[in-house]
Nanobody, 124 residues
Framework: DVQPVESGGGLVQPGESLRLSCELSGYSMNRYCVGWFRQASGKEREGVAMIWPDDGNTIYGDSVKGRFTVSQDNVKNTLGLQMDSLRPDDSAMYYC?????????????????RGQGTQVTVSS
């Protein structure tokens, strides 16, 4: 499988925004579940957002609901993650993932292709 490529991470202060992007060359968003998960040092992986391929259904992790927005560009084959009102506990390595249905965060961790990740650090 072709590896997704993430970009856009960095260091921001609490309350600020950041946008991540993922190149998904080789993955048709009409057939693949695409999304983001994250892992902070010493913590379990956590689902951030996922988009279903057939109906565009979207789910978010409980801790990011209302603050993060996932989007996809089917022409450019890219996936975005707009992160607003960032908090220190959002600090983590963020991974873009793509895989065939059924879609779920647990399947993304175990079976989906993922990129190298991009680091997000929220600190004052």
């Amino acid at each position: 499988d072709v590896q997704p490529v993430e970009s856009g991470g960095g260091l921001v202060q609490p309350g600020e925004s950041l946008r991540l992007s993922c190149e998904l060359s080789g993955y048709s968003m009409n057939r693949y579940c695409v999304g983001w998960f994250r892992q902070a040092s010493g913590k379990e992986r956590e689902g951030v957002a996922m988009i279903w391929p057939d109906d565009g259904n979207t789910i978010y992790g409980d801790s990011v609901k209302g603050r993060f927005t996932v989007s996809q560009d089917n022409v450019k084959n890219t996936l975005g993650l707009q992160m607003d009102s960032l908090r220190p506990d959002d600090s983590a390595m963020y991974y873009c993932s793509a895989g065939k249905p059924p879609c779920s965060f647990s399947r993304a961790y175990k079976y989906f292709a993922r990129g190298q990740g991009t680091q997000v650090t929220v600190s004052s």
